[in-house]
């Protein structure tokens, strides 16, 4: 249950401290207690990411792990994790930023976008909750979409995954641009429309961006 609190999900350095988090060495420390007092939880995250917590029993001084412990049952147990799991929670929503994507590539574009525009990923799809789109915000029309697929759907042979961008191109140049290996045919696009563009590949990331500000103004 715990895992999934923070799943694709890394900490915000200033929003930590604004929270109340205190910098010691290479770590953030937040002390909450818990059961009106009668247990100390101390959550700390590290600068790469990674989040521990410690519970000790206040009265004994002595560390507390049964919560940690899905097979252990019975009212206090449960209040403990059920608390454990609230303070989690509220830190996660408070202090850490979404990252669905993964790739140097798809972190660089998502921060230019943001910066240049000021458009936002959108993850339309419950069913898909590792896609997102981005659009204008004067017509609300798609010109970024940021998939993660198997590379076998895109034709190639692996059934490894993979992070792509899909833009919008202009027709007439479709067929000069289209090679079936840095750029494809529009992955469950109009293929008349998009192209197709695995992150992390052959293709700059200057060109990328030069293609992300021509497919938005191709939907003006």
């Known amino acids: 249950m715990t895992d999934k609190i923070w799943q694709n999900k890394k900490p915000n350095l200033a929003k930590l401290i604004l929270y109340g988090f205190e910098k010691q060495d290479d770590e953030y420390l937040c002390h909450r207690t818990l059961l009106d007092g009668q247990m100390k939880l101390t959550v700390s995250v590290s600068q790469d990411g990674t989040l521990r917590t410690e519970m000790t029993d206040c009265a004994t001084g002595e560390a507390y792990i049964l919560h940690r412990v899905p097979e252990a049952t ?3 147990v449960g209040q403990v994790r059920t608390e454990y799991e609230a303070v989690l929670e509220e ?13 140097k590539q798809a972190k660089q574009v998502i921060e230019y976008i943001r910066k240049t525009y000021g458009d936002e990923l959108e993850f339309l ?15 609300q029309k798609w010109y970024v ?38 750029y494809l045919p529009g992955y469950h696009m109009n293929k008349k429309h998009w192209v197709t563009i695995p992150l992390d590949t052959a293709i700059p990331t200057d060109e990328l961006i030069l293609q992300i500000d021509d497919s938005r103004r191709l939907v003006k």
């Open 74 to 76: 019975g009212a206090f």
């Open 91 to 103: 830190i996660v929503a408070n202090c850490f930023d979404t990252e669905i994507f993964k790739s």
């Open 125 to 139: 799809w419950q069913k898909f909750p590792n896609n997102a789109v981005v659009r204008r915000q004067d017509n």
């Open 145 to 182: 979409a940021i998939l993660t697929v198997s590379r076998r759907k895109l034709g190639f042979d692996s059934d490894e995954n993979a992070e792509i961008i899909d833009l919008r191109a202009n027709p007439e140049e479709m067929t000069a641009i289209v090679d079936c290996i840095n």
